[in-house]
């Protein structure tokens, strides 16, 4: 088996646990996307996040032959690391937290994609709509930030995001459910118009950078 037929993540593992430097290559172009966008989307900077995927990585260097494949996936593994480096970096820099993500030439072209007409009406309500979303998830309380990220954003089941944050199943569906009437009760302090189609797909498609 070449590394080219090679899908699985915990194939890459093993064989860069062996010493294999193109395997790990492999595995971080696979990845670090949604690590990237994981802890931007927690932190709301981007050179956190840069510094939270390099960190991730290097842990997997050194620990990697901790992962139990027996207990998930080896992406719900990856996104714990994760996790840990945004606590710290979110404790250590709290003074200094960044509650506006900067545009990047990704979400303009997501601007493109949902914008049909060039009304500048249509684009200003988009816009706004984006940023409010953006600014009520960042400012979410930690535990429901990361239900949302995870399970909205990212799509992770409950049993996943559980194993992600340690946490029973039931606790996933609480602070998710909690955090999903915060957001709308926070957009619906900013929208103009019936806030009820804002909703979790809405958010989710917000928030796609891939």
């Known amino acids: ?113 949902l914008i049909e007409t060039r009304d500048p009406l249509l684009d200003l309500s988009k816009n706004e709509l984006i940023d409010g979303v953006r600014q009520a998830v960042l400012g979410l309380p930690q535990h429901y930030r990361e239900a949302v990220v995870l399970c909205d954003l990212h799509e992770m089941s409950y049993a996943e995001s559980a194993q992600v944050l340690g946490c029973a199943v039931g606790t996933i569906r609480s602070r998710l459910h909690r955090a999903r009437g915060m957001l709308l009760e926070r957009l619906r302090s900013r929208a103009d118009s019936e806030s009820s189609s804002i909703n979790a797909p809405v958010v989710r498609s917000i928030y796609e950078l891939s």
């Open 1 to 113: 088996m070449t590394k080219a037929t090679l899908t699985s993540d915990e194939d890459l593992l093993h064989l860069m646990l062996q010493g294999d430097e193109e395997a790990f290559v492999t595995l971080f172009r696979k990845r670090q996307g949604a690590i990237y966008r994981f802890a931007l989307q927690m932190t709301g900077s981007e050179a956190t996040a840069e510094d939270v995927v390099q960190e991730v990585f290097m842990a997997l260097l050194h620990s990697g032959s901790r992962f139990d494949p027996q207990k998930g996936a080896l992406l719900s593994f990856l996104y714990g690391i994760a996790r840990n480096q945004v606590m710290r970096r979110l404790e250590r820099d709290r003074p200094f937290v960044q509650y506006a993500l900067p545009e990047t030439e990704d979400d303009r072209m997501l601007e493109g994609s």
